[in-house]
């Protein structure tokens, strides 16, 4: 089973600003990952796919990049829905796999 | 639109067998592969279980395999899963899911339902 690992757990920010963050696997998923966003009482969005393609309506200030065992996300100026819980998740074998989490909160 | 509608969530004694049922709409069910996922409270997701267009290939996660069984009827749109042996670690809420590729393999997750919270306590 692939393991991912986000990190941090918690990035405490303030609107406007840029968030970054981590997936790690625990071994190559070459670019088979995304990254969903939730918010509270909410099931997920899907916001990137394969890596770094936005999906349908997400935007540009969302983007992702990486490959094999590291990615990241990145959004490049924080609007206030944005503050939620962000999870990744591979399909480069099964189990489906998902991270931990990282919960962006509002500094 | 793409509209998924579970139910049959709700308080279960350990040990009990909820079916839960998943109503989709909005795009062609009886050619799309389905999927189970599930967030206990406070914690991640973990798929649970997926099932093709016709319902002859199925996967389930080692932590429900030989328990829970996903099912289908495509007359019906609609989407299943028979949960048994339930224990407290079951406790979340259940989410039926498409998937964005679709091809039959390995995939993520594009539309989820709003999900129904499965509770297990004596």
């Known amino acids: 089973e692939i393991v991912l690992t986000q990190s941090p757990a918690t990035l405490s920010l303030s609107p406007g600003e840029r968030a970054t963050l981590s997936c790690r696997a625990s071994?190559?998923?070459?670019?088979?990952l995304a990254w969903y966003l939730q918010k509270p009482g909410q099931a997920p969005r899907l916001i990137i796919y394969?890596?770094?393609n936005r999906a349908t309506g997400i935007p540009a200030r969302f983007s992702g990049s990486g490959s094999g065992t590291d990615f990241t996300l990145t959004i490049s100026s924080l609007e206030p829905e944005d503050f939620a819980v962000y999870h990744c998740?591979?399909?480069?074998?099964?189990?489906?796999?998902f991270g931990g989490g990282t919960k962006v909160e509002i500094k | 639109e793409v509209h998924l509608v579970e139910s049959g969530g709700g308080l279960v004694q350990p040990g009990g067998s909820p079916r839960l049922s998943c109503a989709a709409s909005?795009?062609?069910?009886?050619?799309?592969?389905m999927t189970w996922v599930r967030q206990a409270p406070g914690k991640g997701l973990e798929w649970i279980s997926y099932?093709?267009?016709?319902?002859?290939?199925?996967y389930y996660a080692d932590s429900v395999k030989g328990r829970f069984t996903i099912s289908r009827d495509n007359a019906k749109d609609s989407l299943y899963l028979q949960m048994n042996s339930l224990r407290d670690e079951d406790t979340a809420v259940y989410y039926c899911?498409?998937?964005?590729?679709?091809?039959?393999?390995?995939?993520?997750?594009?539309?989820w339902g709003q999900g129904t919270l499965v509770t297990v306590s004596s």
């Open positions: 899911v498409t998937l964005l590729y679709d091809y039959g393999g390995a995939d993520f997750f594009n539309n």
């Open positions: 909005g795009f062609a069910f009886s050619t799309s592969a």
């Open positions: 099932i093709s267009s016709s319902g002859g290939i199925l």
């Open positions: 071994q190559n998923v070459n670019s088979q």
């Open positions: 394969d890596a770094s």
């Open positions: 998740q591979q399909r480069s074998s099964w189990p489906l796999t």
